[in-house]
């Protein structure tokens, strides 16, 4: 049976398809004869023919008849738009139709359109093609109305999709027939543009039947078509970021449309700014461009909210920026001019401010306050456009084009935050904009200038100076702009004075306490500024001479005195606090700070800070009577032990506590650097008489009365039993007014009466009641507080905990009134919170387990409680073992509660249980916003953690329980079952709802940061338990769960990446050494659970068995080299002490790791089957770039070494030719990684035992090639050291080259000279790269205090120089290596770590006693390497990296070699002494030096100077001498035979009066 149709599907059917089917179904029911089978119409026609015959007239007749008949029902609309269903019986039409053709069955519906077709347009009278234009445009436009969806829209349904398939087969059929005419398909298609859906127009460009630019150029009016394409792409956009199944056909017409609308308008030829008359197509293109930024900014202008369609809309057209959208445009150049057109368009966009509005709300746009649709705009053009481009661009539209100063400002922003070179190119901008104001008085130019150095400087110091610093740069010296004449002088001033009204107040002191230099005659146009500036301030109620010597000036936060890393750690410490408010509203705190900073100073330079000195005689009266007052104040020390940090260092006065209780003691006997600065201001006069008297008789005053002090000490702290009875009886009466609900309303009278009694306890002042001040310090380790601070804090939480318990008796919390919160709020005094947070640090993390089960859960309210008033509460500041940080209070539960033994889990779950049921049923009413606030998520997630390891049953999906059971109610009673709580907890439906929060779920980085801290020999679980736990959490918890909720979608790779990621910030932390004595050790010398390590090794090796990538794609890297790359490109690149040893410890982190894993991880498995060598291509760049840096004379250490080579082993025996996998690695390893060579040389004798071993085992073949090449490196090495004669190298020379510097070091001898005799004849190369091997252990017995002597290692690089020097081979080019040299000399430099390279200057002028100068004079490059090396020995120096080779542990060997100083000033006399002699051809690649060189000459001004001058001279000299007879200048340095030398060339007396000497 033939498939059923419904009445409409057999309307929308053709007419004739119809009336057949009908014919040979009454057919079928008609002929009984057949039992019902449907006959075939040829049968049914020659039934007819037997009923009827016609003869040839009338059979003419009937076929007229028929042709009519087709004729007036043919509708050429119905036939275009007939689309097949589902495969099924052809139709018997197709036998009808071309039955006798060989294309009867293909093609067979285009060949009756086009027949159709023909046949009507023939009647018509009008081309076919225009006919079939016409008909196909008509049923596009029924396609695109047939979805009955609300307008506007522009994609298509899967339906409309399916019918517009089927007719663009035959308009591609029409087209290839030459029946279709594109631009009457265009016109037609205008004509219904509002009913034309963009994805059919995108469809009809794609598939080649009419091109968008055929479509757009066929429409005569541009902005019609401008107008309807932006509409259309802004719906195209909305729709894109809706959520639907079309996403990807969006995507990709998007890219599609901007690539066209790019290409077409950005053409080379095309000059977007009008001087060249473009084409319609590029004006239409640009404009369309232009229109759709236009709405996206003027969106972000109306203010978007995020998550809106308009939001989604604008994120989507801006998403067109990305790079990767234009990689399928070859040329790059229209991607770069559309770029910077829209940056144009960008920066000019409505530019309604004016210059002024700029100065004044210009702080509102920095980078961190720019919305980030546009601040990811500018970063998306910032990719294509490079800097220079970038800052060119800003210069031609500033200079050209009315500017919209919010864009260009915020733009300034991005660019300096963004991309590393832009500080010194806005620098640069800046400094020519400042250079051209002054030179024209340019007004425009300045302004410029001003706006643009003050919004890079509101970026913070990292990516510009501060606005203070460029100030003084551009100003403050005789060499700034304003400095040529007093026309610039007074045009400085005009414009600064013009500024005043709009100026920010700390832009005014900048000018005023920072001001430009004046000569003095000009001095009156100063004076005349600083009176604006500072009525200005007057009138902002804003003090000058009440500022800081240390104010910060710049919203950056610069600090005046900076004297290196060691002070800028304590100074943003006090920033981080002291910048909330501004220093003139507290002008204690900021004095106090003000001495801190200047002793800090003084103790790190020995020297008055120059903000002192200028402050005594510029700011006098802040000075007299605020500065000198706090530093005098006589000593007062605490009797309480405390630790250094907890309060001031040098006042005395601990943080938190007033000096009534603190014990005053006698000046130290040895003066303290407070003491040292006071008597320094003394001897400078910068003390009055008076006041120093004063201050001395105060001192001895305390020094007299060691016995008063005593007295006091018992008298005012010691809290008399009166105060305290009083305070116990107001906290009685309180218990009393929270267990009867009629005095609730007395709650607050009550809480009155226990403040005032807690303040007569305490001896509190009026104005303690004030909780904000500075930091609370806090020793987790060691808390302390004094006798009269704990029993009054005991007495406090004993209160709190009985009065809870005895409320929860009769009412639940949240009906228990506001008793609570008050309390805690009265706790909270900045006297008493530091004793009560030291207490509470005692009781659980210290005495936990002795606690009861009212005490954990009065103590737990109270942290609810006390996070309710967390935005009142100053930051803890918690010391070792956590480092000291700034840390809200709820969060210090998190470090007061740890999980890593069984009793401290015990408490922690307890904790947990009672804070989080508490605060669920205490704000079970309010908002959930308030609930969350109060808790930490730290502990929440610590919930989790234990009730996943302890109860099986909570790692089944949850069922949801009642939601009004709560476990508060059975935490109150004496016998609290805690297993029972928590699990009821856990299973409630709210707190559920609560722990599957956002932030507050606990992720798998969670779980692993928490179970890595588990001592698994005080565990809960066994270590069954324990592995089946981590086997449960990872692979069917964690792994699983989708990376939304802190899952690893399934991706093994993920979760080992994850894991090593913690493990290695763990042990980077230092909770890992919080942990007991007894623990075993994991990596890097941290503690913690060892079994986590043990799951990595077990993931790592399911990694390994996987299977192997489908296809002929290349095998990615291994995940590991992926994390070390990341860890290691985020910590700071420098040669400082503290980023090496950081950079150091990250890496000895990663080695462990990579030696507790298969050594298949080194080196990649080839292929099975195929002759391929393993991919060892990570591991070669973690040693080229990391590794090789801390490798020691050539080598890596022996364990990397030889793990790497059982990797290589292992590899090659799962390949089909073992030896060519080893060789073709190796020989890799002399061009890639050339340092695992030598290093498998330094442990040969190690290793050779061990490869020996494995390679038999997986071979019975003799060793490969390759290592036999090294085992024969090594017996020549031997050999040489032998009586034998040496036997020819057998290698490359470089690698025998490091076997013999290792034999020969290993030898220790004290001379060499016998040995390098017998090389006679083995070649130069063997010799050169001797030399440079030497010249690496000569620096690393500088370096490594514990390696061989330098003199005995000087004495080896000198033997094998003098080698090289008696048989004349050049060893200059070691000295000219760099990165850029092909072959060996980039194979030489990735044997030796980068700062050895850098020290090749000392190692160089290290040997200059031993050089033979008359050789070295007569090579070309001797000159340029000496300058070179000389130059880079200099800023090494100055630099401080010179300190590194002349340590202390090596001052006995390297006093013959003198000190830094004296090894310069012997270079510099040897380049004096030798410049002369060098022939004139020396001096044509020296210039190549001179310009580029940096570090300054330690006796001249400039840099280079010296050599610049002395060259300079040369020249001047080389074709004309001087007379005999001139004299050096006075101070010049030469003398004795220098002085005859220069009677005989007449070089150095005009070398010296051109340098000054």
């Keep these: 049976m033939g498939r059923q149709r419904g009445p409409e599907a057999e309307r929308r059917r053709p007419w004739f398809v119809r009336n057949m089917s009908a014919s040979r179904a009454r057919g079928a029911t008609s002929d009984p004869g057949h039992g019902g089978r449907r006959r075939a119409w040829v049968e049914l026609l020659a039934g007819r023919v037997k009923r009827q015959q016609l003869g040839p007239e009338g059979e003419q007749k009937v076929r007229g008849s028929a042709v009519r008949l087709l004729r007036s029902h043919l509708n050429l609309g119905d036939l275009v738009l007939e689309v097949d269903g589902p495969p099924r019986e052809p139709l018997c039409l197709r036998r009808l139709i071309d039955c006798d053709g060989p294309g009867a069955h293909t093609d067979l519906s285009s060949s009756l359109i086009g027949s159709a077709l023909r046949d009507q347009a023939a009647r018509l009278g009008v081309p076919a093609a225009v006919l079939s234009s016409q008909v196909v445009a008509s049923g596009l436009v029924q396609v695109c109305e047939a979805d009955a969806g609300p307008p506007p829209k522009v994609l298509m349904m899967p339906d ?15 087209l290839a027939q030459s029946m279709f005419s594109r631009l009457s398909f265009c016109q037609e298609l205008w004509k219904v543009q509002n009913s034309l859906l963009l994805e059919a127009v995108w469809h009809l460009h794609v598939q080649n039947i009419v091109s968008l630019q055929e479509l757009l150029e066929s429409h005569a009016d541009s902005q019609a078509v401008v107008a309807w394409l932006s509409r259309d792409l802004r719906l195209l956009c909305e729709q894109t970021e809706a959520p639907c199944q079309h996403a990807d056909v969006a995507r990709a017409m998007l890219s599609d449309f901007v690539q066209m609308l790019v290409l077409r308008g950005f053409q080379k030829n095309v000059d977007v700014r009008g001087t060249v008359e473009p084409e319609w197509m590029s004006q239409v293109a640009v404009a369309v461009l232009e229109r759709m930024l236009a709405s996206a900014l003027e969106a972000l202008a109306a203010g978007i909210q995020e998550g809106s369609a308009a939001h989604k809309a604008v994120s989507c057209w801006f998403s067109v920026f990305s790079g990767h959208m234009y990689r399928s445009i070859i040329s790059t150049e229209s991607p770069k001019r559309f770029f910077c057109h829209t940056l144009t368009q960008i920066l000019t966009y409505k530019p309604v401010l004016k210059v002024s509005d700029a100065v004044q709300m210009q702080r509102e746009w920095s980078f961190a306050r720019t919305p980030p649709l546009l601040s990811g705009l500018y970063r998306r053009l910032f990719v294509i456009l490079s800097p220079e481009e970038l800052v060119g661009c800003l210069q031609e539209v500033l200079e050209t084009r009315e500017v919209n100063w919010q864009h260009v400002l915020s733009c300034v922003s991005t660019l300096v935050i963004c991309l590393p070179d832009a500080q010194q190119l806005v620098n640069g901008w800046v400094s020519r904009l400042l250079a051209h104001a002054f030179e024209s008085c340019d ?56 500024l005043v009204p709009f100026e920010a107040p700390r832009y005014l002191q900048v000018h005023v306490l920072h001001p430009p230099l004046v000569p003095s005659k000009y001095r009156a146009l100063l004076t005349d500024y600083v009176a604006l500036a500072r009525t200005r301030l007057a009138d902002l109620k804003v003090s000058i001479e009440n500022m800081g010597l240390y104010e910060d000036l710049s919203s950056a936060g610069d600090v005046t005195e900076n004297h290196g890393p060691a002070l800028l750690l304590p100074f943003l410490l006090n920033l981080l606090f002291f910048s909330v408010l501004p220093a003139w509203s507290q002008p204690h705190r900021q004095t106090s700070q003000d001495v801190e900073k200047a002793i800090m100073v003084f103790e790190h330079t020995g020297k008055i800070p120059a903000a002192v000195l200028e402050a005594s005689i510029f700011r006098r009266s802040y000075y007299l009577s605020h500065f000198l007052p706090a530093l005098l104040t006589p000593r007062v020390v ?84 009166e105060p305290l009875g009083l305070l116990t009886t107001a906290l009685r009466e309180l218990r009393a007014s929270v267990t009867d609900p009629t005095q609730h309303d007395a709650l607050s009278a009550q809480m009155a009466v226990i403040s005032e009694q807690l303040r007569s306890a305490l001896g509190l002042s009026e104005d303690d009641s004030d909780v904000e001040g500075a930091p609370v310090q806090l020793s987790v380790r060691a808390p302390e507080l004094q006798p009269w601070e704990q029993r009054v804090v005991d007495l406090l939480l004993t209160s709190f905990c009985q009065n809870l318990m005895a409320a929860s008796s009769v009412a639940p919390p949240d009906r228990q009134g506001p008793w609570a919160a008050h309390f805690v709020r009265t706790l909270c005094r900045r006297r008493l919170l530091p004793a009560l947070l030291s207490r509470l640090c005692q009781l659980l993390r210290h005495q936990g387990p002795s606690l009861s089960a009212s005490h954990v859960v009065g103590l737990a309210a109270l942290a609810v409680h006390l996070g309710e008033s967390r935005s009142a509460l100053p930051e803890v500041h918690v010391r070792p073992p956590t480092p000291a940080r700034g840390l809200p209070v709820p969060e210090l539960f998190d470090i007061l509660l740890p999980c ?24 079970s009413s309010q908002s959930r916003d308030i609930l969350y606030s109060c808790l930490s998520p730290g502990l929440i997630k610590k ?28 935490l109150c009673l004496p016998s609290a079952d805690w297993r029972r709580a928590a699990l009821c907890l856990w299973k409630q439906r709210t707190s559920r709802e609560l722990l599957q929060r956002e932030g507050l779920r606990l992720t798998y980085r969670d779980w692993l940061q928490l179970e890595l801290e588990i001592q698994p020999e005080v565990d809960s679980l066994s270590d069954t338990e324990r592995r089946d736990f981590h086997q449960w959490a990872i692979h069917q918890h964690f792994l699983p769960a989708p990376s939304a909720t802190g899952g690893c979608d399934g991706d093994l790779e993920v979760a080992c990446a994850t894991l090593v990621d913690v493990l290695m910030d763990f042990c980077q932390s230092s909770r890992s050494y919080d942990h007991s004595e007894n623990s075993d050790l994991v990596v890097g010398g941290c503690t913690g659970n060892r079994d986590i390590f043990s799951r990595l090794q077990e993931m790592a090796a399911d990694l390994e068995q996987g299977p192997a990538p489908l296809g002929h794609a290349a095998p990615r890297g291994h995940f590991l080299f992926g994390v070390f790359c990341r860890r290691l490109q985020a910590l ?44 060892c291509n990570d591991f070669f760049h973690l040693v080229n770039s990391e590794l090789r840096n801390f490798s020691h004379d050539g080598a890596l250490t022996h364990d990397i070494t030889a793990h790497f080579f059982r990797g290589l082993l292992n590899a090659c025996s799962r390949s089909r030719d073992p030896s060519l996998a080893a060789d073709l690695t190796l020989t890799a390893c002399q061009t890639q990684c050339p340092l695992l060579l030598t290093s498998a040389l330094l442990w040969w004798p190690h290793l050779e035992p061990e490869l020996h071993h494995r390679w038999r085992r997986c071979s019975q073949s003799p060793l490969p090639a390759e290592l036999r090449r090294l085992q024969e490196a090594q017996h020549f090495a031997a050999s040489v050291l032998s009586p034998l004669a040496a036997p020819s190298t057998p290698g490359p020379a470089w690698l025998c080259a490091a076997a013999l510097h290792f034999v020969i070091r290993r030898a220790g001898k004290e001379s060499i000279r016998q040995e390098l005799g017998q090389l006679d004849g083995q070649g130069e190369e063997l010799l050169v790269f001797l030399f440079f091997f030497s010249l690496m252990g000569l620096l690393s017995s500088h370096l490594t205090p514990q390696a061989v002597g330098s003199l005995k290692a000087l004495d080896v690089c000198a033997e094998v120089l003098g080698c090289l020097q008696r048989k004349r081979i050049s060893w200059l080019p070691l000295f000219q290596l760099t990165e850029a040299d092909a072959g060996l000399g980039r194979t030489l430099l990735r044997l030796a770590p980068d700062h050895q390279v850098r020290l090749l200057p000392v190692a160089f002028y290290s040997l200059l006693s031993y050089f033979d100068k008359d050789a070295l004079l007569q090579e070309d490059a001797f000159l340029h390497v000496a300058v070179n090396m000389y130059l880079k020995l200099v800023g090494l120096f100055v630099a401080g990296e010179t300190g590194a080779v002349w340590t202390p542990a090596h001052g006995g060997e390297l006093q013959a070699q003198g000190d830094p100083v004296s090894l310069i000033t012997n270079a510099r006399l040897f380049l004096l002494q030798s410049i002369p002699r060098c022939p004139k051809r020396s001096f044509s690649d020296v210039a190549e030096v001179t310009p580029t060189c940096s570090p300054c000459c330690l006796v001249f001004k400039s840099p280079s100077l010296f050599t610049v001058r002395v060259l300079n001279t040369f020249g001047k000299t080389g074709t004309r001498r001087p007379a005999l007879g001139l004299s050096p200048g006075p101070g010049c340095v030469f003398g004795g035979h220098w002085a005859a030398r220069a009677q005989h060339t007449g070089f150095l007396a005009a070398a010296g009066r051109e340098c000054g000497l």
């Design 160 to 174: 409309q999709r399916k019918k517009l398939s089927s007719l663009f087969e035959i308009a591609q059929n029409l």
């Design 443 to 498: 007004l425009d130019s300045m302004v410029l200038a001003f706006l643009v150095a003050r919004q890079a400087a509101l970026e913070g110091p990292a990516a510009f100076p501060s606005y203070a610093a460029w100030f003084q740069a551009a100003f403050g010296s005789a060499r700034g702009y304003h400095s040529c004449s007093k026309k610039a002088l007074v045009f400085l001033f005009k414009f600064l004075s013009d």
């Design 638 to 721: 605490s009797t309480r032990r405390r630790e250094r940090g907890a309060g001031s260092a040098e006042s005395g006065v601990p943080v938190g506590v007033s000096p009534k209780s603190c014990l005053p003691s006698q000046l130290p006997r040895v003066p303290d650097s407070r003491a040292v600065l006071i008597e320094s201001l003394r001897r400078a006069e910068k003390i009055p008489p008076s006041l120093y008297s004063t201050y001395r008789q105060a001192c001895s005053t305390v020094r007299e009365k060691p016995e008063d002090a005593a007295s006091r000490r018992e008298v005012e702290p010691s809290c008399a039993e």
């Design 900 to 923: 890593r033994t069984q009793e401290s889990s015990a408490l922690c779950l307890k904790f947990c249980t009672a804070a989080i049921s508490y605060s669920l049923c205490k704000f």
């Design 943 to 970: 919930f989790q953690f234990i009730v996943f390891r302890w109860f099986s049953e909570a790692r089944d999906p949850p069922s949801w329980e009642d939601p009004a059971s709560s476990p508060w109610r059975p």
């Design 1132 to 1175: 700071a690149r420098g040669w400082d002490v503290a980023s090496r040893l950081q950079r150091q410890r990250e890496l000895l982190m990663c080695k462990r790791i990579l030696l507790g894993l298969p050594p298949s991880v080194l080196v990649g498995s080839p292929r099975l089957e195929q002759l391929a060598a393993p991919d």
